[in-house]
């Protein structure tokens, strides 16, 4: 039984175009991955900021040091644009500094004048040469 010249065209095509999707869904994937990963990151920020604030509240010029709460939620590695995106979608925090191996973040509920209960959060995130999380430095305090 013979194939026509079509049939091995046909065949070729298709393995090309089998060749071409494969790869072509894998970057789907890893892209649903990462907005995934990036959407629980802000949520999980959120939660922990909420927590921070749902803890012991500070005295007077009182400093309570909660790196490791912010390091539950922010695991040492993560990337920094992963935590710089999700603290700048938020309306409270404010972007401090920002350079090559440090983001300083200062997020704040409610204002001094105003608010009796105004605190704020002071986050320090040092990175190594790879602009991966090495170390955390967070301060929950009063705002006077």
């Known amino acids: 039984m013979s194939r026509g010249p079509c049939a091995g065209w046909a065949l070729c095509l298709s393995a090309?175009?089998?060749?071409?999707?494969?790869?072509?869904c894998a970057g789907v994937e890893s892209q649903r991955e990462t907005l995934a990963r990036d959407q629980t990151m802000k949520e999980g920020v959120q939660l922990m900021l909420?927590?921070?604030?749902?803890?012991?509240k500070p005295v007077r010029f009182e400093q309570i040091d909660v790196a490791e709460t912010v390091m539950r939620h922010i695991p040492l590695g993560t990337d920094k644009a992963?935590?710089?995106?999700?603290?700048?979608?938020?309306?409270?925090?404010?972007?401090?500094?920002?350079?090559?191996?440090?983001?300083?973040?200062?997020?704040?509920?409610?204002?001094a004048m105003l608010d009796p209960?105004?605190?704020?959060?002071?986050?320090?995130?040092?990175?190594?040469?790879?602009?991966?999380?090495?170390?955390v430095e967070a301060l929950h305090l009063k705002n006077q």
């Open 16 to 24: 090309a175009i089998a060749s071409f999707s494969i790869p072509s």
């Open 50 to 56: 909420e927590e921070i604030y749902a803890s012991r």
């Open 82 to 111: 992963v935590i710089y995106d999700s603290f700048k979608s938020l309306g409270t925090a404010k972007i401090i500094e920002d350079s090559p191996d440090r983001l300083v973040i200062r997020d704040n509920k409610g204002q």
């Open 117 to 135: 209960d105004a605190r704020s959060i002071v986050m320090t995130f040092l990175f190594d040469a790879g602009s991966k999380l090495s170390k």
